[in-house]
DNA sequence: ACCTTGAATTATGAATACAGAATACATGAA
DNA sequence: TTCATGTATTCTGTATTCATAATTCAAGGT
């Protein structure tokens, strides 16, 4: 086996997106980055790295002198974002090679009605979801689309952690992805193209109503 | 007057991506920090906030041990890079409103008329065409849109020196602004989105054979 | 001649130290 | 009481130091 060595950096921005998933950060809370890296284990120095990193992703806000805190979650934000991933799964679908998609649809679809037990855990049923667009999203070619899908995910992980424990949501979501699957199958792309649209901007209105208005902190 | 204070990684970045647009810097070359560092008049620890934040956006890599490197260019990436970008500024101009976009028309269609003296500076051209494609996007109400619109162009930095100098490339460019902008004015968003994906695809074709084959290095 | 091996050098990754901005607090005046 | 001002404290932003991985180069063996 060759034994990994990352750098601290990325385990750290690991790590924090981890805690972010479980809800472990208020959203708006500032950071103190003396206690965060002790409670780590880590120096300053690499914990700022990985800090400088999440904010280049959106899920950091900094202010000079004020150091960083966790983005505040808006239903603005969260459209926001769902347009964007909207926009660039589709994009990254109309990319790949029609054959490609068609011959991955049986997969796509055992994997979409294999959805997961209702009592497992929460992490599990993300990684699930995930799982399912990155088999999805894995025969198109545009590597930088690919990583920047990725990194704007990232930036939506503030929100996942809200729709724990709502199986009618996960059941929608599961119908969705049936249905995209099956355009595919047909290798009609235009459609499934458009199915995948329609599962984000649903998935944006589910969200909506869950998300607490955080007020600017002064 | 607000006197500024800015982090120094900001100003180390924005200082990076100028000597990028120069040329200074060769596609592939590694970076020595110490040697950066002192020439910019900093210490290693903002210099290094400001290189993970390129590394981020895709204008360098980083090897575990090896340090940063500025990303070799390729045909490959770039067409990539342009396809992202269309995707992007495709969707924000979806996103816009179509009568804001109307009235914006004229100011677009007088920029676009206006291109910069053949004799200006390389980097008031680029400007010149920057600023045209953001007073195109101003309007669109998606704020993380709009800053990941920039962050990708960033990453395209890299090519922009590639085209100095070339006077034909430049009236192509005006003359499918205008057309573009000749679309919103008559309430045709569709018709200009597609037209904006062709600036970008044309651009990408018109650049791609300017491109040197870089070797990966061992 | 070529490859291997090991010491010396160099540069990165991480930790620590330091200076100054931001905040909190307390004291005093209106 | 309330507001303002000065002071102490906290925390960030930056510099410096330290440890170790990566590279270079030379010596020795095949």
Known sequence: MAIQRRPLREQIREELLLRLDRGDFAAGKDINEVVLAAELGVSRTPLREALITLAGEGVLESNQGRGFRFAPVSSKEFRELCEIVAGLESLALELS???????MAPELLRLARSFPDPVAEQSEIEWHDDEWHDLLLGKCPNERLLDLVTSVKAGMRRYT???AGEDTLLEREAEEHCR???HLRAGDVAAATAALRDNWVSGMERMTSRIPVTPEPA
Not at 97 to 103: I, K, M, N, V, W
């Open 180 to 182: 995209i699957a099956e």
């Open 161 to 163: 952690h809200l729709i």
């Open 97 to 103: 090679d029609p054959d490609e998609l068609r011959e």
